[in-house]
């Protein structure tokens, strides 16, 4: 019979949420339809096909990359992402924004003033982040 603790102690290893919000991990099923969900999977399904092409030294920022998006799944799941560390919540806006972008690149409308529109950020904060 497996140990449901192991996972527990790895992802509060990772996850800066509350225990209680990590307990309620282990047995619910994350949506992968939409959302920060189906953004996390599609980041897993693209890490994985381009596997061959990362440099060793490439793993550390994936795996904080990775982490952090893992981070948002799961405060989105139970609505606590004021829990995640700022810097967190800049990476996986920045990945929102760079699939935004990717999704978008025959538009001839694509322009940063439409990219920070549709995050809701300003300009000036979008030029901060990808500075």
Same mark, same amino acid.
């Given at each position: 019979?497996?140990?449901?603790? =192991? @996972? ?8 800066? %949420?509350?225990?209680? $919000?990590?307990?309620? /991990?282990? #047995? !619910? ?21 381009? =596997? @061959? ?8 920022? %994936?795996?904080?990359? $990775?982490?952090?998006? /893992?981070? #948002? !799944? ?42 920070? #529109? ?14």
């Amino acid at each position: 019979m497996p140990n449901l603790a =192991e @996972p527990f102690f790895l992802l509060a290893g990772l996850l800066p %949420l509350p225990a209680a $919000t990590l307990a309620r /991990l282990i #047995a !619910v099923p994350l949506s992968v339809q939409d959302g920060v969900g189906a953004l996390f999977a599609q980041y897993l399904v693209d890490l994985t096909r381009h =596997e @061959p092409t990362y440099r060793p030294q490439d793993a550390a920022r %994936l795996g904080t990359v $990775t982490v952090d998006l /893992l981070n #948002a !799944v799961c405060a989105h799941q139970f609505e606590c992402e004021d829990a995640l560390p700022g810097e967190t919540r800049q990476r996986v806006l920045q990945v929102r924004i760079h699939e935004f972008i990717t999704r978008r690149l025959g538009d001839p409308a694509l322009s940063p003033r439409m990219i920070a #529109a549709a995050h809701q950020i300003s300009l000036r904060y979008l030029y901060q982040i990808f500075a």
